[in-house]
């Protein structure tokens, strides 16, 4: 079955439309259907904040089946932090709606002249005025649209940080679900779409239902014994924060040393013991989005991994309910926690080094830092240097590059790679820009990693088999966002094997594929990315991270003397991808996976 596609011009009106049947045998969907539309479709002088550049939402073959942990989507575009294809994905319920509304993809170009909203009914399709939404955050923007449409509607949506063009917006669906990392936010806000409402039709059978309720059962039986999956239904990412510490890849004052606040120890458990609701998908057997009681009668998302490692370690706040606060805050202003506090932790060490003449900031100040992310959902006469993000604000201070936590312009998360190995070759090397997400590997966090992964030393700082295995992730997370199975349940939890993601697959598409072939479709929308940012990102996509976590080890803690060993490992790492040595793809191997250049 070809994949539907829906086409809004937001100046000219909308088009139906299918794609070639060879992207869904190539392709499968979801974010293989981007980046094939990215690449055969964007003009490549295409500037990100263009009218002409394309923002493309995508749900799997999965969703809106009614299969758990089915609902989300990917979204991608140009991304103005890059120049190369930006990503988020986001969990939910959304994509199932786009699915079961009749369609596959949703792609959006152009700029409306004023705010509007698109209305996707089935077959009726509407763009409205927005104007009325404009300064309403994601929570409120999602529950008026649900009081004006109904409440069998869901609402993907910008906050006022969106509309005011900061550069690390999201785009957040149903007032819960995050769309990370950053980057397309700033681009529906500049197209002037406020929100995506869409409302639920009938669920979509899958050319093989039992193949599909078979693979189902058994990961759900893997979940209900498995342990990590019981601490991740606990608390959500923030599980991984011992662990993280425990390898030394908690660090301070943005990286500096490994000086850090105390709370820290016992913010694993604290947060767990704070959780007031499940704000999971439906009929998902390992929920891992949290709520926690804010204040009497109102609820706010739980913090996870990112936002405690970002805002607590990296910046340097102490308090919970701080952390509590800037979730919520992140959440409903839309903002990426993980690019937010980069910026903020960046911009700390810049007035601390007098780099910035303006000390608004300093190391752990819980009311400068709160005052600065609230000043970012709103517009700026004079625009304020931390909505620039963290890849354009280096170009501000001088020789502050060498300590800005970003790789092609895209904000580091705040593991620190010279803990992880794996981490730091995902982040080095990700065509996304310096985001490990892009492949999803924690494994080296996860006490007993799957049986199924390739074979590596038992070391934590060994580097023999690291690559073999961030490839494997890269292969793995890309089926499946092509699939539309949730990458937390694949990859954060490893509850699901090859052969279930093979069974899910083929039930979803009905094209009959060996597990070869599967990886192989992996691998195709890989280099296509990677050809992407190869040619058309700024800074030349280089392969490397910034000098501080590049030459200048930690000198104390588990991590202390360690550096990514990058000159052989990314040698090895082009090679097995069939690229030459400067990390293009080659012209043989684009011919062996059947991609065009």
């Not at 979204?75 to 930006?86: E, M």
């Amino acid at each position: 079955m070809a994949l539907r596609t829906l086409t809004i011009d937001l100046e000219r009106g909308h088009a139906r439309q299918q794609l070639p049947a060879t992207v869904e045998r190539d392709y499968l969907g979801g974010r293989g259907a981007v980046a094939w539309l990215l690449w055969h479709h964007l003009p490549p002088e295409t500037p990100p904040m263009a009218p002409e550049n394309l923002l493309i939402f995508a749900a799997g073959p999965l969703a809106g089946t009614g299969a758990f942990a089915t609902g989300g989507f990917v979204v991608g575009t140009r991304s103005p932090l890059t120049g190369a294809i930006g990503y988020s994905w986001a969990q939910g319920h959304w994509g199932a709606a786009l699915r079961q509304a009749g369609y596959d993809v949703l792609v959006v170009r152009g700029q409306a002249p004023d705010w509007v909203y698109l209305f996707i009914d089935g077959n009726q399709v509407r763009m409205r005025p927005a104007t009325h939404l404009v300064g309403y955050d994601t929570v409120a923007t999602a529950a008026a649209l649900r009081a004006e449409l109904g409440n069998d509607v869901v609402v993907a949506c910008l906050g006022p940080a969106g509309e005011a063009e900061v550069a690390y917006a999201s785009i957040v669906a149903e007032g819960r679900y995050m769309a990370e990392p950053a980057g397309t936010g700033v681009v529906m806000g500049a197209k002037k779409l406020k929100a995506i409402a869409i409302r639920h039709g009938t669920p979509v059978m899958p050319p093989d239902p039992r193949r599909l309720a078979a693979a189902l059962d058994s990961i759900r039986h893997r979940v209900e014994t498995s342990p990590l999956a019981a601490d991740l239904t606990r608390s959500g990412s923030a599980y991984f924060l011992d662990h993280a510490k425990t390898h030394g890849a908690l660090t301070a004052h943005n990286g500096r040393d490994n000086d850090l606040p105390p709370s820290l120890a016992t913010a694993r458990e604290e947060l767990a013991q704070r959780r007031t609701g499940n704000w999971g998908c439906a009929g998902c057997p390992m929920p891992c989005y949290f709520a926690t009681q804010l204040r009497p009668g109102e609820q706010a998302p739980l913090p996870g991994l990112e936002l405690v490692a970002g805002f607590g370690a990296r910046c340097g706040l102490t308090s919970l309910d701080t952390l509590t606060h800037l979730a919520d805050r992140c959440l409903r202003l839309g903002l990426d926690p993980a690019a937010t506090s980069a910026a903020v932790a960046f911009l700390m060490e810049c007035q601390a080094d007098q780099l910035s003449r303006t000390p608004t900031l300093p190391w752990g100040d819980a009311d400068a830092v709160i005052a600065a992310v609230e000043r970012l959902g709103a517009r700026q006469e004079k625009r304020d240097v931390l909505s620039l993000g963290v890849g354009e604000m280096q170009e501000i201070f001088w020789g502050s590059s060498a300590f800005a936590p970003q790789v092609k312009g895209l904000a580091m998360p705040a593991l620190d790679p010279r803990a992880l190995p794996e981490v730091a070759l995902a982040m080095a090397t990700a065509p996304i820009g310096g985001d490990y997400r892009y492949a999803m590997t924690y494994e080296e966090l996860v006490p007993e990693p799957p049986a199924w992964l390739p074979d590596e030393p038992t070391h934590p700082q060994g580097v023999k088999g690291k690559l073999v295995r961030l490839i494997w992730h890269e292969r793995f997370a890309a089926v499946l966002d092509a699939v539309g199975m949730c990458r937390r349940l694949g990859l954060m939890g490893y509850q699901i094997a090859p052969g279930e993601l093979l069974a899910l697959t083929t039930a979803a598409t009905g094209i009959a594929l060996s597990g070869t072939e599967m990886a192989r479709s992996g691998e195709r929308i890989i280099t296509l990315e990677r050809l992407f940012a190869r040619r058309y990102a700024d800074n030349g996509a280089r392969d490397e991270l910034p000098t501080r976590w590049r030459k200048e080890p930690l000198t104390t803690g588990r991590a202390a003397s360690h550096l990514p060993q990058f000159a052989d490992l990314i040698k090895e790492y082009y090679r097995r991808h069939g690229w030459n040595l400067e990390g293009d793809p080659t012209p043989e191997r684009l011919a062996e996976l059947g991609v065009k250049p």
